[in-house]
């Protein structure tokens, strides 16, 4: 697609509960980033995916949260057992190999009750 | 980690009027990038600037890459109301083997009072 699509644009769940997030970043983009932006703050940043080469994942803040890329495209960020201190908005963003300027999603916007 | 320290927090300036909001990192950045986030929408990127002592500028935005690489500034002139949001430096180290993710600063609040 023209940009990079998130899905759902919000999600009220149950402490407790598992969710998933999806992200359909800018076809032929090989990177893929998740970014955690809460109330009046920056972007803290939870897990890189470039091509074919293992994630990193050294932004992740617990091993409540995971994140796969099928494909070398669509990407699932899963947070399980959630907390309320997960509410959040969570940001995708996609940049094509030579391209240093990231191109964001609009966000889901998580709210744990 | 890398910390980016942005300032001002948040700005109420009158519609015409310059403002200048800058970042100081305590580490070394190869790119400095500033982006705009509209209430309900992902960021968007407004300038990035590649090179030490690099001055961009993109219509009525300016911004600088600092000599040191630890700091960049964004001025914008003549302000009208469709410049409110929030405003976000960001820093990139390039280096092989190294991640390429931004850290971003806690941003800047804009509001353009008519």
């Known amino acids: 697609g023209a940009g990079v699509s998130q899905s759902p644009s919000n999600k009220v769940t149950e402490k407790g509960k598992d969710v998933e997030l999806r992200c359909d970043p800018i076809?032929?983009?090989?990177?893929l980033y998740w970014y955690r932006q809460s109330l009046g703050q920056g972007l803290e940043f939870l897990i890189y995916?470039?091509?074919?080469?293992?994630?990193?994942k050294s932004g992740l803040p617990s091993d409540r949260f995971s994140a796969e890329r099928t494909g070398g495209s669509v990407s699932t960020l899963t947070i399980q057992r959630t907390q309320q201190e997960d509410s959040a908005v969570y940001l995708c963003?996609?940049?094509?190999?030579?391209?240093?300027?990231?191109?964001f999603g609009s966000g889901t916007r998580l709210t744990v009750v | 980690g890398q910390q980016l320290n942005q300032s001002p927090q948040s700005m109420f300036i009158q519609e015409g009027e310059d403002v200048s909001m800058n970042c100081t990192s305590s580490?070394?950045?190869?790119?400095w990038l500033w982006y705009k986030q509209d209430p309900g929408e992902g960021p968007v990127l407004l300038i990035a600037?590649?090179?030490?002592?690099e001055l961009t500028s993109n219509g009525r935005l300016t911004a600088q890459f600092g000599i040191t690489r630890k700091d960049s500034f964004l001025n914008i002139s003549a302000s009208i109301p469709s410049d409110v949001g929030i405003y976000f430096c960001?820093?990139?180290?390039?280096?092989?083997?190294?991640?390429?993710?931004?850290?971003f600063g806690s941003g800047t609040q804009l509001t353009v009072l008519p």
């Open positions: 960001a820093g990139q180290i390039i280096s092989s083997g190294s991640a390429r993710q931004l850290t």
């Open positions: 995916f470039q091509g074919n080469s293992a994630p990193d």
């Open positions: 963003a996609s940049r094509g190999a030579a391209n240093y300027g990231y191109t």
């Open positions: 076809s032929g983009h090989t990177a």
């Open positions: 600037l590649y090179k030490a002592g």
């Open positions: 580490s070394i950045f190869n790119t």
